[in-house]
Antibody, heavy 121, light 111 residues
Framework: QVQLQESGPGLVKPSQTLSLTCTVS??????????WSWIRQHPGKGLEWIGY???????YYNPSLKSRVTISVDTSKNQFSLKLSSVTAADTAVYYC?????????????WGQGTLVTVSS | QSVLTQPPSVSAAPGQKVTISCSGS????????VSWYQQLPGTAPKLLIY???KRPSGIPDRFSGSKSGTSATLGITGLQTGDEADYYC????????????FGTGTKVTVL
């Protein structure tokens, strides 16, 4: 059973960089076949896809966030990470990591529990 | 605002059926597979339906999905109190810049 767990600061100051890590257990990121994703949910709102990465390092980002987002992978630690720069209060959200199967279709079959990140001074 | 539109809420009594629509366009639903997610209060989303109408292992057949043209539909039969949750559709959007998009979400209330 694949499990994902987000970790990182719950409070980030405006203009700084939000950094989160997702640790994967029960499966190896480097085995391939899946993309490793970040998705966020603003308080009381819907889901927003941020982007995802393949174990090889190939990345795909939401165009609305692309200029501020970097997703990276560390296969030796079975982790992948999110960096979101120049944050504002509008980036306050619950951030989820998830596994995506990307074949003919794209869907997210395993999710972390989510972590709330608040942007405030 | 999402390019996939869902009704904000639907409701029905226990045992009844509800359907949730997800309306898009040719750049998303019309040319891509749709998946559906259930988000129980205070929890992470859970995959309910993928490839328009397939259920992952462990998802009861009370949940069904379909797609026609630029719209998709999630059906829930034999409604239970435990089905009270938010439901989201999702698919790839291939317009100007390709990206994955979720629907606006629908709150299911069991009366």
């Amino acid at each position: 059973q694949v499990q994902l767990q987000e970790s990182g600061p719950g409070l980030v100051k405006p203009s700084q960089t939000l950094s989160l890590t997702c640790t994967v257990s029960g499966g190896s990121i480097s085995s391939g076949g899946y993309y490793w994703s970040w998705i966020r949910q603003h308080p009381g709102k819907g889901l927003e896809w941020i982007g995802y990465i393949y174990y090889s390092g190939s990345t795909y980002y939401n165009p609305s966030l692309k200029s501020r987002v970097t997703i990276s992978v560390d296969t030796s630690k079975n982790q992948f990470s999110l960096k979101l720069s120049s944050v504002t209060a509008a980036d306050t959200a619950v951030y989820y990591c998830a596994r995506a199967l990307v074949v003919a279709a794209t869907f997210f079959d395993y999710w972390g529990q989510g972590t709330l990140v608040t942007v405030s001074s | 605002q999402s390019v996939l539109t869902q009704p904000p809420s639907v409701s029905a009594a226990p045992g009844q059926k509800v359907t949730i629509s997800c309306s898009g366009s040719s750049s998303n639903i019309g040319n891509n597979y749709v998946s559906w997610y259930q988000q129980l209060p205070g929890t992470a989303p859970k995959l309910l339906i993928y490839d328009n109408n397939k259920r992952p292992s462990g998802i009861p057949d009370r949940f069904s999905g379909s797609k026609s043209g630029t719209s998709a539909t999630l059906g829930i039969t034999g409604l239970q109190t435990g089905d009270e949750a938010d439901y989201y559709c999702g698919t790839w959007d291939s317009s100007l810049s390709a990206y994955y998009v979720f629907g606006t979400g629908t709150k299911v209330t069991v009366l």
